[in-house]
């Protein structure tokens, strides 16, 4: 499938999803957030694909937010309807059950934090930038970020990024939990693939099960998801997977995982 606004490379069960809109510095408007939607539902059925990496394109930006042109000609009719369409979409990353790894590049501000919010873990070239200025709009965010920074950083630490609306650097950002990490900008996309072939060299089931876990149990009460865990664990007895990793460790040798 070719999109307008991004591109979608796939190698060695790795998709990479470029955002492409350069001249805006990738901020995303309906036309890419419907992009995105898509992008996703064709990745999770793709049987070629195990994991993916979202960065952008250019050197200056991963996403520079939502298309201001667009929020300012928004009626409130409208403004709710875009903030619940993006929740949605960047919801279904957020269970994507395939890992996600945003490669931040550059700018990474409101919708683009938000994004990244989204993604399962973060990966920020020592360049990039982040925030989420929507207050210096006269708005806030639309995109899950007024729930997702806290639930990431913390309530305080959140609430001075978004009040204040400044952009923090990698270092500042790594400092307070917002990226797992920073590397060197000519290394971002390398250092990322190598963190997402870690975790794909893992049992695929387990990977899935893990990211249902937490995405599905830090909705519920703590007991609750325990439960979720426990019938998960549950259900996990039941693959080839498990019977093959356990055997494996035991013959002291590397497992090979069928996802069965
Ligand atoms: N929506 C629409 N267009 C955007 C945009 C956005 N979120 N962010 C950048 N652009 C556009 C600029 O309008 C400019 O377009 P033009 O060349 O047609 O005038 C182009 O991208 C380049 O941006 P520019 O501002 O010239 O680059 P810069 O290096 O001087 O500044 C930023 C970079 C990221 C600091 C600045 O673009 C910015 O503050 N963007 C908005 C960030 C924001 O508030 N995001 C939250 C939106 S909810």
Known sequence: MSYKNLEIETRD???????????????LNDETMGEIESAFEALRV???????IVTGSGEKAFVAGADIGELSAQTPVEGRARAMRGQRIFDAIERFPKPVIAAI????L????????????????????????EVKLGILCGYGGTQRLPRLVGRGRALEL????????????????????????????????????????????????TLQAVA????????????????????????????????????????RFQDK
Do not use: W
Request: proline share 5%.
């Open 216 to 255: 599905a149990g830090l909705d519920m009460p703590l007991a609750q998801a325990q439960e979720y865990e426990a019938t998960l664990f549950g259900l996990i007895c039941t693959t080839e997977d498990m019977k093959e990793g356990t055997r494996a460790f035991l013959e002291k040798r590397p497992p």
């Open 13 to 27: 069960g790795i998709a990479r999803l470029t955002l492409r809109r350069p001249e805006k510095l990738n901020a």
């Open 110 to 133: 409101g919708g683009g934090c938000e994004l990244a919010l989204a993604c399962h873990v973060r990966v920020a070239s020592d360049t990039a930038k982040l925030g989420q200025p």
């Open 105 to 108: 590049n550059g700018f990474a």
């Open 46 to 52: 793709a049987a070629d694909v195990h994991g993916v």
């Open 162 to 209: 978004l009040l204040t609306g400044e952009m923090i650097d990698a270092a500042e950002a790594l400092r307070i939990g917002l990226v797992n990490r920073v590397v060197p900008r000519e290394k971002l996309l390398e250092e990322s693939e190598a963190l997402l072939r870690k975790m794909l060299a893992n049992g695929p089931v387990s990977l899935r099960f």
